[in-house]
């Protein structure tokens, strides 16, 4: 009966979690609708893949092999912004479904905005980390809250297993006029009773956007000095070795330093040191083991003045803090693991009898 109990408590506070989800949904939508002004709501969500190989047979013959169709992949995207406007997007199998094709349908989404932009962003994406759920996509949107397109984004997720909700609808109407007729190109996918019917585009292409979360050649990082108080710039002239991910594990840099004794606003250049007493000052170049330095930022640039920008800045006084907050909070640690080792030192010198060895017996 305990356990009765506690399954039916964990049932009502999952529905209340998803009820909850739900109502904010809806909340964010009839905002985006009453107040286009202010903000904007988009949800995108993909097709099931099998619903829409092509040729498509309302009754597929027999003598047809699944694997001689061309496979097509829709996404769709719904935006509430004073109306409802649908689009499907259709690309093949070259274009994986991962986190570039999610950010090249919002690009051509804001490329092809009516009117501004408003300055609040909601944004309503499925459960998967392929394609959601990863540090490439939230890097795209940090980007586009650093140069001012938006000024605040909110990202939402719907709970697992309760994800089906207006894009799905769309789809659904979809896949109920392929059940009626044949399809032999992209149109008739998309041509379903839709109000209002949706606006398509084929995306051939995908940007790639990993660069903005791996380090790549001609990229500037910003290591972490020997005094463990400071950083040092570099910028990356060769990847010598990956490891099995493709991530870079050694790399070919420059240095570049600044004659400013406050690096943050000081002009940066090229670092040349003199080879021996009567060469010519030569560039500084070194080979570093990525995994042997501490990389508190890359993949930035300079400013016109040759100067950090402040969001370069505040990720390396960011990662300072933190270094010199995990060496203050391992001081305590040790001090505890000292203590430990002196107290089970002294509990061998007592029998299980609790009478100190060293002591004489009377």
């Not at 309503?124 to 938006?150: C, G, P, S, W």
Request: charged content about 25%; overall charge neutral.
């Amino acid at each position: 009966m305990f356990i009765l109990a506690e399954a039916v408590e964990a049932l009502k506070l999952h529905r209340k979690q998803h009820a909850e989800e739900r109502a904010a949904a809806g909340r964010r939508r009839w905002k985006a609708l009453d107040s286009p002004k202010d903000c904007a709501y988009i949800q995108i969500d993909g097709m099931d893949q099998k619903k829409t190989a092509l040729p498509h047979f309302a009754k597929q013959p027999k003598s047809v092999d699944g694997a001689a169709l061309v496979g097509v992949h829709l996404v769709g995207a719904m935006i509430f912004h004073g109306k409802l406007q649908t689009h499907a997007f259709l690309t093949y199998n070259n274009l994986k479904s991962d986190s570039n094709l999610t950010i090249t349908v919002l690009q051509k989404i804001f490329l092809e905005w009516e009117g501004t932009l408003p300055p609040t962003l909601y944004l309503q994406l499925d459960n998967t980390v392929r394609e959601n759920k990863n540090n490439i996509l939230f890097a795209y949107l940090a980007m586009l809250l650093e140069n001012k397109v938006f000024t605040k984004i909110k990202l939402g997720f719907l709970l697992v297993g309760h994800t089906h909700d207006f894009v799905d609808q769309m789809f659904s109407r979809f896949s109920q006029a392929l059940r009626r007729e044949n399809a032999f190109t992209m149109r008739p996918i998309y041509s379903g009773p839709r109000r209002p019917p949706p606006s398509s585009a084929a995306a051939d292409r995908a940007a790639h956007t990993r660069e903005l979360t791996e380090i790549h050649e001609k990229s500037f990082l910003a290591v972490l000095a020997d005094d463990e108080t400071s950083f040092w710039i570099c910028q990356v002239l060769k990847i010598n070795s990956r490891n099995e991910e493709g991530e870079p594990t050694s790399v070919q840099i420059q240095w570049y330093a600044t004659e400013d004794s406050n690096p943050y606003t000081g002009k940066f250049y090229p670092e040349k040191r003199r080879t021996n007493g009567k060469g010519r000052a030569a560039l500084y170049m070194q080979e570093i083991d990525l995994e042997e330095v501490t990389v508190m930022s890359f993949n930035f640039i300079f400013t016109t003045a040759r100067r950090l920008w402040k969001i370069t800045e505040r990720q390396i006084r960011t990662g300072l803090f933190r270094i010199a907050r995990d060496k203050e909070a391992s001081v305590p640690e040790v001090s505890t693991r000292i203590s430990q080792a002196l107290d089970s030192a002294d509990d061998e010198k007592t029998d299980c009898s609790g009478h100190d060895l060293d002591e004489d017996e009377e």
